[in-house]
């Protein structure tokens, strides 16, 4: 090893656990607090899902009628996983892959909200430790070899547990040597592959992230020990989920610049796999620009790069876990109603003869300009051939909530209360502790609000 590679896992520790609030710019504070928001809603949206009541079951019989703080982070983590309504991290580097690198925000807040049941720190405690472990996090999954990825792990599992496990350190007030001992533990505990995709299974990833990486904090809080150099290892995280990294995108870039800013995570404005999410914009603003509708449309091709067959892979959804991982489908709710939000992703509507026969007109096809653009970009090229002969193209890579084509803040409260009014909470409590987080005595009091 270099000296680089050596100093990932020491380097990291020490930023999460030495870097006050005070020395995270104001911008980057308000871009963490929108991210926190965001990410309460969609915990609250995933309320609904089967899934996240299967997730409650099962944490209440292993709990006898309880839920202790790691399973109570459990919970959080599926419901704020299992609508696929969360956050997404843009890659630095045209080899990294936009959109498959972390769904960063739900693991850790879940940590932190976690640990926040077991310390009970401030509301700026909790602010800090999420915007330092979101900063690593993204730092370690952007310097993996992208291989991790794209051979089937899933990083928002993998990654995921060490960013809440980071998160939850930081609660806990875990010094550097010891949150080196928490990240040698949560590496061993990191899991999840993408063959799950469309599945409950796909939540489960990202629930056991921050069960895994809360608990990983607990243990290296009561002594247990663990290799301090986890990452860098020859037989260590990087190597083993990924065959190699890039040292200089960890150990030269934690909060310099701060991921949040540069390159930035994408909010996402639809329920489902954010690689759909570039296409469908083009095509929505494409129906608005020539008043379409289903009757004017014969056959639509999305033409991306290979990346986006390769974790868009159900071409014909039957229910709403499929759906969100089909380009087709997502291009015909959008055909069919102009919409592509909550509603549109549930079962019904997922099996609505009308929308079903609309997919068999979409084709999501490889394109050699799409490929060349790099897969950080994950640019759309969308093709419509219309019943009266003509064809109409249009191309983009940044759907709204892209940092390069934000929500407002509007925008982004608009879907706080979308969510929450999908899963039958009023919300206002929530937005409000959020909104004034970094003065409030207890984090602990958002955590028992979301749960």
């Known amino acids: 090893m270099t000296g680089s590679d050596a100093a990932a896992t020491a380097a990291v520790a020490a930023f999460v656990a030495e870097t006050s609030l005070e020395q995270v710019p104001g911008d980057v504070r308000r871009l963490a607090s929108r991210h926190i928001l965001d990410t309460a809603g969609v915990m609250l949206s995933g309320r609904r899902q089967r899934a996240s009541e299967l997730a409650l079951t099962h944490a209440l019989a292993l709990g006898n009628g309880e839920l202790s703080a790691p399973l109570a982070t459990f919970v959080l983590g599926v419901r704020g996983h299992v609508d696929d309504y969360d956050d997404t991290q843009l890659a630095s580097r045209p080899e990294g892959v936009y959109g498959l690198l972390t769904h960063p925000s739900v693991p850790v807040l879940a940590g932190v909200l976690g640990a926040s049941l077991v310390a009970d720190g401030t509301g700026a405690d909790a602010l800090a430790a999420f915007v330092v472990a979101v900063e690593a996090e993204c730092r370690i999954s952007d310097a993996i070899d992208p291989r991790h990825y794209r051979e089937g792990f899933h990083s928002s599992g993998t990654v995921g547990t060490l960013g809440a496990a980071l998160g939850a350190a930081r609660v806990l007030r875990l010094d550097a040597a010891t949150t080196r001992v928490a990240l040698g533990i949560a590496a061993s505990s990191a899991s999840g592959v993408r063959e799950n995709f469309g599945t409950m299974t796909k939540s489960l990833h990202v629930g056991r992230a921050a069960q895994h990486g809360l608990e990983a904090a607990l243990?290296?809080?009561?002594?247990?020990?663990?290799?301090?150099?986890?990452?860098?290892?020859?037989?260590?995280?990087?190597?083993?989920?990924?065959?190699?990294?890039?040292?200089?995108?960890?150990?030269?870039?934690?909060?310099?610049?701060?991921?949040?800013?540069?390159?930035?995570?994408?909010?996402?404005?639809?329920?489902?796999?954010?690689?759909?999410?570039?296409?469908?914009?083009?095509?929505?603003?494409?129906?608005?620009?020539?008043?379409?509708?289903?009757?004017?449309v014969e056959h639509v091709t999305v033409g991306t790069s290979s990346n986006i067959p390769n974790a868009l892979i159900h071409h014909r959804p039957a229910d709403s876990l499929a759906a969100k991982f089909s380009m087709e489908y997502s291009i015909a709710t959008l055909l069919a109603r102009g919409r592509g939000g909550l509603p549109e992703y549930a079962d019904d509507a997922v099996r609505d003869p009308v929308v079903q026969a609309l997919i068999p007109r979409i084709d999501l096809v490889a394109d050699p300009v799409a490929e060349a653009a790099g897969f950080h970009r994950m640019l759309s090229r969308i093709t419509i051939r219309l019943t009266d002969g003509r064809e109409l193209f249009a191309e983009g890579d940044a759907a709204r909530g892209h940092p390069t084509n934000p929500m407002t803040d509007a925008e982004v409260e608009e879907k706080f209360a979308e969510c929450a009014a999908w899963g039958g909470v009023d919300g206002a409590r929530i937005r409000e502790l959020v909104a004034s987080l970094e003065s409030q005595p207890s984090a602990a009091a958002l955590s028992r609000e979301l749960l």
Do not use: C, N
């Not at 990452?231 to 190597?239: A, H, V």
């Open 219 to 296: 243990l290296a809080r009561s002594g247990w020990t663990a290799t301090p150099a986890v990452l860098e290892s020859p037989r260590g995280f990087f190597r083993a989920f990924g065959g190699g990294f890039d040292p200089e995108l960890v150990t030269g870039r934690l909060g310099d610049p701060w991921y949040l800013v540069d390159p930035g995570v994408s909010i996402k404005p639809h329920p489902g796999g954010s690689l759909s999410h570039p296409a469908m914009w083009v095509f929505r603003q494409l129906l608005e620009e020539y008043g379409l509708g289903p009757d004017d």
